[in-house]
């Protein structure tokens, strides 16, 4: 009954409370935009900058089975963490990654190497407010490099791109899957992420194509 008029098993979504839907649509529509449409045009690369951090352990997805199934799970807390720059023209991804933490220096280093790989080209970065990123030594190392940071409104991981690529990596290579030592872990984690470009190219420029959803006709539930 529910299929024949029309309506889908649907896993829901989140919408952060404190979004501001008509913040969200000003910044897309005037500034990001703006930018997306020169990126097309080859006059500049714009990339959508955000950290993952992977912590080792058991990621469990869905499976059909005919019983309830387990899968084993490490001991500890060790965390892999990876800095991306993802642009979407030619589906560019650049990253820092390391297993301590993310904070200002790797910014840095991360747009270091941006400016070293796309030194022909003007070079933008949409990046959230993360107190390490939206500080003094970030915003002038990119001013010295020559590269334009433009921020997201608050509360709109919506609106960066990059947060669907974590969640591509989680399903292509964690879920439902077991790695025995930390090492195996990290290696299919960067496995993946050096398939974005080859293996991985036509899914990734169909996940991370950019069309935004700004929730203005969302359907919410408070109760």
Known sequence: MRKHLGMKFRKMGVIPAKADPKKQSKFLNDELEPLLEEERQGKRKVFFVDAAHFVMGAFLGMLWC????????????????????FSVSGTDLVTVTNDTYINSDTIVDLLIKLKKEY????????????RYQRCIKVTEQAKLLDIDILFLPPYSPNLNLIERLWKFTKKKCLY???????????????????????VFKEQVKTLLNPKFQLFEKSAGVTT
């Open 119 to 130: 030194s022909d080209i003007p070079l933008t970065v949409i990046m959230d407010n993360a």
């Open 176 to 198: 439902n899957s077991y790695h025995e030592t930390f090492c195996h872990f990290k290696a299919a984690i960067d496995d993946c992420i050096d398939k974005v470009k080859s």
């Open 66 to 85: 005919f019983e309830r199934l387990f899968l084993k799970s490490s001991s500890g807390r060790k965390r892999y963490n990876v800095l991306g720059a």
